[in-house]
């Protein structure tokens, strides 16, 4: 069994920063893929940003050239530094972890932008 913790949602103004982390435990042996989901209010759960075991990363159109993933391999702990926020922007995130065939979720951390 995986467990992920997310920590780092807020409220934020337009325009700013903030940077999501994820504490990966449990039973970790090979993981294939990290990542970012997101879920805003009557919306389906979108992939944001993921990061495979070999450093290759995939962003949404949405959020390319704002959004950042990164990993600390040592730790199993992803990151998302998150840029010039927008509104639309506001959603619970999830952190992902994939392991063999197996997805694990965290609880969701939820990120507002707003004035």
């Known amino acids: 069994q995986v467990q992920l913790v997310e920590s780092g949602g807020g409220l934020v103004q337009p325009g700013g920063s903030l940077r999501l982390s994820c504490a990966a435990s449990?039973?970790?042996?090979?993981?294939?893929?990290m990542g970012w989901y997101r879920q805003a209010p009557g919306k389906q759960r979108e992939l944001v940003a993921a990061i495979t075991s070999g450093g290759s990363t995939n962003y949404a159109d949405s959020v390319k050239g704002r959004f950042t993933i990164s990993r600390d391999n040592a730790k199993n702990m992803p990151y998302l530094q998150m840029n010039t926020l927008k509104p639309e922007d506001t959603a619970v995130y999830y952190c992902?972890?994939?392991?063999?065939?197996?997805?694990?979720w965290g609880q969701g951390t939820q990120v507002t932008v707003s004035s």
């Open positions: 449990g039973n970790i042996f090979s993981i294939n893929a």
């Open positions: 992902n972890l994939v392991q063999l065939k197996y997805n694990y």
